[in-house]
């Protein structure tokens, strides 16, 4: 069922367009990836899409009464409260009645009659409201995104910047939206939450809208890609690394036919020219009519042309010593926490180690700490090669001066470059025009990464240290980074929460993680898939002990245990049938239902919304008798 419809919308800023004539829709269960590289007004679509701004034409239509819920990368959290309320802010009605619950219970706190009476009649709305059931959901939602049951009272305004993202991010999937807009979700996620979302939106019967960088999370959530651009919007109904080639053959294509037609353009004109003062006039005419008709077909626009222009070059730097670095004893805390101890580790020259783990193990702080970026109270000792050249990027990207320019921050590392020098040093990291000199304070974060890196790169560097080097590039950029980095002679310790960056550039992978660090030789690739069959190996041991627990040593149970044991197994048995019948009769029911809404006219929004409704709840019933089933029919075999 369609959800959404944008027809043939246009917008843009100071009379220059960002995108013209935008048209597509989605329908419940479509997962959509938009792309363009960065600049192209991707979020500004978004905004549209949920009527924060209004374009110059063309429209949005939604289905009446289609909720939308939009996941900014701003992460603005309005009014106070607790980290609970906050999740429950999409469901009013739940939100009154708990406060007037809370209200009940303190009320009859003094014992009378009637405020008993009165907390029974609101415990009893609230369960009927599946009050008490959104709540256990929305708890089990949070953990999944960080958040223990202790910090679902927190108030909102102690919340980090990670936080209120991760929140923010929460509220957006606990909406019950059937249009979900998510721009950049995976930012404040570590690979373990990125792993579970992509499993969550899989699972999605809503229409999701979605804007990432992250090329595997992309391919592991989206069934279909929407390319952005100035004067084309193309549909691909296909994941992104599909959509990648598709486009190729299609852009490849479009160029012969524009070859074509501009080769049977020039030959015409030649025609013309020899002989519109000779015997065939009237053919030369005839001709010069056609080509005055004639519609020029235009070159197709490749949107990441120029986005793939930018140039990660390193310098030519000294050969630093074969150990590069040599860590023993290490040790920090932070906030009363030991984030890790006892860390040792050897660094040899020319390798590229992942430090990954989950957000809040230590990966940024031990990257610190081998850096030589350390707080006073951290401890431990870390020696260093001979001939090290070190740079380091900084995540939160501190090291630029939003009061300067781009041109000034290159001038503060290289006093002898002059203005025009420093403006082509940067034009190989795509500043060119006024960018150079306009204030960093105006940029957003992709261009202040691709400032932070040319920073970087100023000067020759034997050792990198890189925090999140990806997280506001586009495609192309992290793509030609990975590139440089791959050739890069030196040596590079590196925390990303990107896979393909990750499998791309890692040679070893170091693991921080419950006051651990462990060191594996194999790159993300390879650790990934071992990782993969060790949680699997330890669930079917799980399992197994859970199996061999629960079954009674032999001749150590009671005739009336016995007794007990066999009756719960035949009313488990009983169950399990008459859920069979029961989901049987229900799924044929949303069957004839979703043959009605295919049969419906789509102009009658009332009637389609209310079937659509009538349709959820049932599946909803559905999917729990589903987990009932699927409980049960475990405990009966096991």
Same mark, same amino acid.
């Given at each position: 069922? /369609?959800?959404?419809?944008?027809?043939?919308?246009?917008?843009?800023?100071?009379?220059?367009?960002?995108?013209?004539?935008?048209?597509?829709?989605?329908?419940?269960?479509?997962?959509?990836?938009?792309?363009?590289?960065? #600049?192209? +007004?991707?979020?500004?679509?978004?905004?549209? &899409?949920?009527?924060?701004?209004?374009?110059?034409? +063309?429209?949005?239509?939604?289905?009446?009464?289609?909720?939308?819920?939009?996941?900014?990368?701003?992460?603005?959290?309005?009014?106070? +409260?607790?980290?609970?309320?906050?999740?429950?802010?999409?469901?009013?009605? &739940?939100?009154?009645?708990? *406060?007037?619950?809370?209200?009940?219970?303190?009320?009859?706190?003094? #014992?009378?009659?009637?405020?008993?009476?009165?907390?029974?009649?609101?415990?009893?709305?609230?369960?009927?409201?599946?009050?008490?059931?959104?709540?256990?959901?929305?708890?089990?939602?949070?953990?999944?995104?960080?958040?223990?049951?202790?910090?679902?009272?927190?108030?909102?305004?102690?919340?980090?910047?990670?936080? =209120?993202?991760?929140?923010?991010?929460?509220?957006?999937?606990?909406?019950?939206?059937?249009?979900?807009?998510?721009? @950049?979700? /995976?930012?404040?996620?570590?690979?373990?939450?990125?792993?579970?979302? @992509?499993?969550?939106?899989?699972?999605?019967?809503?229409?999701?809208?979605?804007?990432?960088?992250? =090329?595997?999370?992309?391919?592991? /959530?989206? !069934?279909?890609?929407?390319?952005?651009?100035?004067?084309?919007?193309?549909?691909?109904?296909?994941?992104?690394?599909?959509?990648?080639?598709?486009? @190729?053959?299609?852009?490849?294509? *479009?160029?012969?036919?524009?070859?074509?037609?501009?080769?049977?353009?020039?030959? /015409?004109?030649?025609?013309? %020219?020899?002989?519109?003062?000779?015997?065939?006039?009237?053919?030369?005419?005839? $001709?010069?009519?056609?080509?005055?008709?004639?519609?020029?077909?235009?070159?197709?626009?490749?949107?990441?042309?120029?986005?793939?222009?930018?140039?990660?070059?390193?310098?030519?730097?000294?050969?630093?010593?074969?150990?590069?670095?040599?860590?023993?004893?290490?040790?920090?805390?932070?906030?009363?926490?030991?984030?890790?101890?006892?860390?040792?580790?050897?660094?040899?020259?020319?390798? $590229?180690?992942?430090?990954?783990?989950?957000?809040?193990?230590?990966?940024?702080?031990?990257?610190?700490?081998?850096?030589?970026?350390?707080?006073?109270?951290?401890?431990? &000792?870390?020696?260093?090669?001979? !001939?090290?050249?070190?740079?380091?990027?900084?995540?939160?990207?501190?090291?630029?001066?939003?009061?300067?320019?781009?041109?000034?921050?290159?001038?503060?590392?290289? +006093?002898?470059?002059? &203005?025009?020098?420093? %403006?082509?040093?940067?034009?190989?990291?795509?500043?060119?025009?006024?960018?150079?000199?306009?204030?960093?304070?105006?940029?957003?974060? #992709?261009?202040?990464?691709?400032?932070?890196?040319?920073?970087?790169?100023?000067?020759?560097?034997?050792?990198?240290?890189?925090?999140?080097?990806?997280?506001?590039?586009?495609?192309?950029?992290?793509?030609?980074? *990975?590139?440089?980095?791959?050739?890069?002679?030196?040596?590079?310790?590196?925390?990303?929460?990107? =896979?393909?960056?990750?499998? !791309?550039?890692?040679?070893?992978?170091?693991?921080?993680?419950?006051?651990?660090?462990?060191?594996?030789?194999?790159?993300?690739?390879?650790?990934?898939?071992?990782?993969?069959?060790?949680?699997?190996?330890?669930?079917?041991?799980?399992?197994?002990?859970?199996?061999?627990?629960?079954?009674?040593?032999?001749?150590?149970?009671?005739?009336?245990?016995?007794?007990?044991? =066999?009756? @719960?197994?035949?009313?488990?048995?009983?169950?399990?049938?008459?859920?069979?019948?029961?989901?049987?009769?229900?799924?044929?029911?949303?069957?004839?239902?979703?043959?009605?809404?295919?049969?419906?006219?789509?102009?009658?929004?009332?009637?389609?919304?209310?079937?659509?409704?009538? *349709?959820?709840?049932?599946?909803?019933?559905?999917?729990?008798?589903?987990?009932?089933?699927?409980?049960?029919?475990?405990?009966?075999?096991?």
């Amino acid at each position: 069922m /369609t959800v959404l419809e944008v027809s043939s919308l246009k917008f843009g800023y100071l009379g220059e367009s960002l995108f013209n004539d935008v048209s597509f829709s989605l329908a419940l269960g479509d997962r959509a990836a938009m792309v363009a590289p960065n #600049g192209a +007004g991707k979020s500004t679509l978004l905004r549209l &899409i949920a009527g924060e701004l209004e374009p110059e034409a +063309g429209f949005v239509v939604r289905r009446k009464e289609a909720r939308l819920a939009y996941y900014r990368q701003s992460h603005e959290l309005s009014g106070g +409260g607790t980290v609970l309320d906050a999740f429950l802010s999409g469901f009013r009605e &739940i939100v009154a009645l708990r *406060e007037e619950l809370a209200k009940a219970e303190h009320d009859a706190a003094i #014992g009378s009659a009637e405020a008993l009476a009165k907390l029974g009649r609101l415990q009893d709305a609230y369960h009927v409201a599946q009050g008490d059931a959104l709540e256990r959901r929305v708890a089990e939602l949070g953990s999944k995104l960080g958040f223990s049951q202790r910090d679902l009272d927190r108030q909102v305004s102690t919340l980090s910047g990670g936080e =209120r993202g991760r929140l923010l991010l929460g509220v957006s999937l606990a909406s019950d939206a059937e249009i979900l807009l998510l721009d @950049e979700p /995976t930012n404040h996620l570590d690979l373990q939450t990125i792993g579970w979302l @992509e499993g969550y939106l899989r699972g999605l019967r809503a229409a999701v809208l979605l804007v990432s960088h992250d =090329r595997a999370f992309l391919d592991a /959530t989206t !069934n279909k890609t929407l390319e952005l651009g100035v004067r084309s919007f193309r549909v691909y109904p296909v994941k992104y690394s599909d959509y990648v080639i598709a486009r @190729e053959g299609d852009l490849e294509r *479009e160029r012969v036919v524009v070859q074509r037609q501009q080769e049977m353009i020039a030959k /015409t004109e030649d025609f013309i %020219r020899r002989n519109i003062a000779g015997q065939n006039t009237k053919q030369a005419q005839g $001709r010069r009519k056609m080509l005055e008709k004639l519609e020029r077909v235009e070159n197709p626009e490749d949107v990441w042309s120029t986005a793939e222009r930018v140039a990660f070059r390193f310098s030519q730097a000294l050969r630093s010593g074969d150990v590069v670095l040599d860590a023993a004893s290490l040790c920090a805390e932070r906030g009363g926490r030991s984030l890790f101890h006892n860390v040792n580790l050897l660094v040899s020259r020319g390798e $590229r180690i992942a430090i990954v783990g989950p957000n809040g193990a230590g990966k940024t702080t031990l990257l610190k700490l081998l850096a030589g970026r350390g707080l006073r109270d951290d401890h431990g &000792i870390v020696k260093r090669g001979t !001939n090290l050249q070190e740079g380091y990027f900084d995540q939160h990207l501190g090291e630029l001066d939003p009061s300067l320019t781009p041109v000034d921050e290159v001038r503060r590392i290289r +006093g002898d470059f002059t &203005i025009d020098g420093a %403006r082509q040093y940067l034009a190989r990291f795509r500043f060119w025009g006024d960018d150079p000199l306009r204030r960093v304070a105006g940029f957003s974060g #992709g261009e202040r990464s691709r400032l932070a890196l040319a920073k970087l790169l100023l000067e020759p560097r034997n050792l990198l240290f890189l925090d999140e080097p990806t997280n506001h590039l586009d495609i192309p950029a992290a793509e030609i980074l *990975e590139e440089a980095l791959i050739g890069f002679e030196g040596t590079v310790l590196f925390v990303s929460h990107d =896979r393909r960056f990750l499998e !791309n550039v890692s040679t070893r992978v170091l693991r921080v993680e419950d006051g651990k660090c462990e060191l594996f030789s194999t790159n993300f690739a390879d650790f990934a898939e071992q990782e993969r069959l060790r949680i699997a190996a330890e669930i079917e041991t799980a399992r197994g002990r859970a199996v061999a627990k629960e079954a009674p040593a032999a001749g150590k149970t009671t005739f009336e245990e016995n007794k007990a044991n =066999r009756r @719960e197994f035949e009313r488990k048995k009983r169950r399990v049938g008459e859920l069979e019948k029961e989901i049987a009769q229900a799924e044929a029911t949303v069957d004839g239902m979703r043959a009605k809404l295919r049969e419906h006219s789509p102009d009658d929004w009332e009637k389609l919304a209310e079937l659509a409704q009538q *349709e959820q709840a049932l599946q909803r019933k559905i999917d729990s008798m589903l987990m009932e089933w699927a409980k049960l029919s475990e405990e009966v075999e096991a």
